[in-house]
């Protein structure tokens, strides 16, 4: 099992940045790709970012250029850099592991972004 707890969502004014958390426990060692995603009301969870353990990333067309997704291993964290945010960024963002024949997803952290 593993565990994903998000940090970093709040307020933000379009034009600014955010960054977002995700930190991984439990049976960290069998993940292997980690993930954005974000859901807007009414909407599906869509990708935003992932990031291989290799370092492999991909990206949402929405975000390119504008977020980055990194992960640090040793602190078994994984991280988004949202700049120049817009209003339509705004709704929930998961955090999503897969690993060990398993997906995970964390509890969701929300951003709005006031125009």
């Known amino acids: 099992q593993v565990r994903l707890v998000e940090s970093g969502g709040g307020l933000v004014q379009a034009g600014g940045s955010l960054r977002l958390s995700c930190a991984a426990s439990?049976?960290?060692?069998?993940?292997?790709?980690m993930g954005w995603y974000y859901q807007a009301p009414t909407n599906q969870r869509e990708l935003v970012a992932s990031?291989?353990?290799?370092?492999?990333?991909r990206y949402g067309d929405s975000v390119k250029g504008r977020f980055t997704i990194s992960r640090d291993n040793a602190k078994s964290t994984l991280y988004l850099q949202m700049n120049s945010l817009k209003p339509e960024d705004t709704g929930v963002y998961y955090c999503?592991?897969?690993?060990?024949?398993?997906?995970?997803w964390g509890q969701g952290t929300v951003i709005t972004v006031s125009s």
């Open positions: 999503r592991a897969l690993g060990g024949g398993g997906v995970y």
């Open positions: 990031i291989t353990s290799g370092g492999t990333t």
């Open positions: 439990g049976s960290i060692l069998d993940i292997n790709t």
